[in-house]
């Protein structure tokens, strides 16, 4: 079945710093989504890629959509104390989504 | 703006006892889900459900599980016997489109506790 692998699974990040998490799949995608946990909090949808090589930002959040359609990346630049979570991404797969087990951010100050 | 609500937001029962997890949906809204997450853990698809039957369900949604949508609004899971394995945070979704091509909106989640 589908799979989708997510690294690093936590990702320590000093304040002002960039980072970025990966996602690939076991399969080609019509699409992906991220979503982001906050601690004690339940996945709030983030963003939703759909074409090939597709990248979208918001904010200092930069998506992209591998040109395979296999992988997918979330880069986040000058981190803040904002960004702590957990990010998800999740392959759509008829009726399920199927999620990566997420990268969890903390931020030191 | 309109929200997935879920009750109880806690609940702690013993093995072997029967427990019903309650989700009303946004209104508009068309499919309906329930995932898990055991602490620490990913966030798991059990059940998808459209047109008062089950669309979807993975191999953990066994003969334990049901999903019922008894009347306009609510949407529930029902665990006959519960396990201490079935110990997670359990989240219900939904969305207009269904077939997962959009973004699902998820509930503030029911802890489950099985002692």
């Known amino acids: 079945g589908q799979q989708v692998m997510q690294i690093p699974q936590y990702q320590h990040v000093q304040e002002g710093e960039d980072f970025t998490t990966y996602c690939n799949s076991s399969t080609t995608l019509s699409n992906i989504q991220w979503y982001k946990q906050r601690p004690g909090g339940h996945p709030v949808f983030l963003i939703q890629l759909v074409k090939s090589g597709e990248v979208k930002k918001q904010k200092r959040l930069t998506f992209q959509f591998g040109e395979a359609k296999k992988n997918s990346s979330l880069h986040i630049t000058a981190t803040q104390t904002t960004d702590v979570g957990t990010y998800f991404c999740?392959?759509?797969?008829?009726?399920?989504?199927?999620f990566g087990a997420g990268t969890t951010v903390t931020v030191r100050a | 703006e309109p929200e997935v609500t879920q009750t109880p937001s806690h609940q702690v029962t013993q093995m072997g006892q029967e427990v019903i997890l309650r989700c009303v949906p946004i209104?508009?809204?068309?499919?309906f889900y329930w995932y898990r997450q055991i602490l620490g853990q990913k966030v798991e698809f059990l059940v998808s459900f459209y047109n008062n039957e089950i669309s979807e369900k993975s191999e953990i949604f066994d003969d334990q599980f049901s999903v019922e949508r008894p009347d306009g609004s609510n949407f529930t899971l029902k665990i006959r016997s519960t396990k201490l394995e079935d110990s997670a945070m359990y989240f219900c979704a939904s969305n207009f489109a269904g077939r997962s091509y959009n973004e699902q909106f998820f509930g503030p989640g029911t802890r489950l506790t099985v002692l």
């Open positions: 999740a392959g759509p797969r008829d009726y399920k989504l199927s």
């Open positions: 209104s508009n809204h068309l499919y």
